[in-house]
């Protein structure tokens, strides 16, 4: 069974700050690794994937984020926050050629001026 | 990019009334779609995967009878919220997976509100 933990419901930063959103991931086989955003009123958008190979993830806008197996864990890092980062942010996780996803409660990320 | 369609995006219906949501991959064909539920300030839960040519398969917790799902086509699934309460006023929102690929496209979700 697979489970994701999303620490931290509410992440504020200052515009041109770090954005770190941290994800741990239960799987009892190899995961893929999701990280996807939510605008308002609107569907999720794909930021960017793991699923084999390189740890270290790049996805669009800037973000990138890393498997590291050892710690069971997919953060999500932006080096510097801009003003249309503002959203909902998900991690999610399914298992190795399953068709389903579990996602992490959700992470709102502000950003201040 | 493989794209998916919801349409509508928001419905305002009475109680007592259905309304059906409709999931469409653009480009692609998709034997398995699925149907998730949002709350607010809540993280989506997973109420139904849509199978094409067959039944949905439907997650503990959620009435089969009030949440039809049809997936007649290989690029069309279908959700009917019959006869609605307030309660059942939330987003939902579809994806799919193209074949061959690892992740999923969503829509772009709908609005449900009952009055």
């Known amino acids: 069974a697979q489970s994701v933990t999303q620490l931290g419901s509410h992440v504020s930063v200052s515009e041109g700050a770090l954005v770190l959103l941290r994800c741990n991931y239960s799987?009892?086989?190899?995961?893929?690794l999701f990280w996807y955003v939510q605008y308002p009123n609107q569907g999720l958008q794909l930021l960017l994937k793991?699923?084999?190979?390189?740890?270290l993830v790049k996805g669009i806008n800037v973000f990138e984020a890393e498997f590291k197996k050892s710690e069971t864990s997919f953060h999500l890092t932006k080096p510097s926050a801009h003003m249309s980062d503002a959203a909902e942010y998900f991690c999610?996780?399914?298992?190795?050629?399953?068709?389903?996803?579990?996602f992490g409660t959700g992470t709102r990320l502000t950003v201040i001026p | 990019g493989a794209v998916v369609s919801q349409h509508p995006s928001r419905v305002i219906c009475k109680s007592g009334t259905s309304v059906k949501i409709e999931c469409r991959s653009l480009?692609?064909?998709?034997?398995?779609m699925f149907w998730y539920r949002q709350f607010p300030k809540k993280s989506l839960m997973l109420m139904a995967t849509?199978?094409?040519?067959?039944?949905?398969?439907?997650e503990q917790g959620v009435e089969k009878d009030k949440f039809l799902i049809n997936h007649a086509s290989l690029t069309l699934s279908t959700l009917t919220v019959t006869s609605a309460h307030p309660e059942d006023s939330s987003f939902y929102i579809c994806?799919?997976?193209?074949?061959?690929?690892?992740?999923?496209?969503f829509g772009s979700g709908t609005r449900l509100t009952v009055v």
């Open positions: 994806s799919a997976a193209e074949p061959g690929a690892s992740g999923y496209t």
């Open positions: 799987s009892s086989v190899p995961p893929y």
């Open positions: 793991y699923t084999t190979g390189a740890t």
């Open positions: 999610a996780v399914s298992e190795t050629g399953a068709n389903n996803l579990f």
């Open positions: 480009d692609f064909q998709a034997t398995t």
């Open positions: 849509s199978n094409e040519g067959s039944k949905a398969t439907y």
